[in-house]
């Protein structure tokens, strides 16, 4: 199994500079690439037959319609790859949510530039449409919209001072952030 893994990969697309079959094959099992069937060239027409397909590698770029056509034992290192990587995700992933994170860098992050927490945006276009254009119709709405982010700041002022003894990692930041969609984002419009 392999010798095939040192071989040179030869497309008439990907990866010209030369590299290994399984240099290739485990870059595309990183995400890069999916498989796929494609109709075997000069079979016969029956379209309902396994055996007029191939197994074929394709490009996750929706732009590349290249394909490279997988014997038996690259689809199997393939597969195996892709199980490997998607494995070696999920561990990095639990490993991330476990990581203790700065909440100060954390909540400045998600606060920035944040429409339901910043209310400088709709004061400015409540002022512009008073001073310059002095219509008071456009004036009450923004008005309402400076209420509207004056509460929703608010409440996540009052989510921060009750959640932020408990958020310690990665992962408490990302319920955190659930409570926040929840208890604020999905009550007041963007």
Do not use: C
């Not at 037959?49 to 038996?72: C, I, M, P, W």
């Not at 195996?80 to 949510?97: A, G």
């Not at 530039?113 to 209310?119: A, H």
């Amino acid at each position: 199994m392999e010798n095939f893994l040192e071989k040179e990969f030869k497309h008439h697309k990907w990866f010209l500079g030369g590299v290994t079959v399984g240099y290739a094959l485990d870059y595309f099992a990183k995400g890069e690439g999916y498989l796929d069937k494609k109709l075997t060239p000069k079979k016969e027409m029956s379209l309902f037959e396994e055996d007029n397909y191939d197994d074929v590698l394709r490009s996750s770029d929706y732009r590349d319609r290249a394909t490279y056509r997988l014997s038996k034992e690259e689809k199997a290192y393939f597969l195996e790859r892709v199980e490997y990587w998607r494995e070696r995700k999920e561990r990095e992933h639990k490993e991330w949510l476990e990581t203790e994170i700065d909440l100060e860098k954390g909540l400045k992050r998600l606060l920035a530039g944040n429409s339901y927490y910043d209310v400088s945006y709709a004061e400015r276009q409540r002022d512009v449409w008073r001073d310059k254009y002095n219509d008071q119709e456009m004036v009450s709405v923004w008005e309402g919209y400076v209420k509207e982010r004056m509460q929703s700041r608010n409440m996540i002022d009052n989510l921060i001072s009750l959640h932020r003894d408990t958020i310690k990692t990665n992962g408490d930041f990302r319920k955190f952030e659930e409570i926040l969609r929840t208890e604020v984002y999905d009550k007041f419009p963007a």
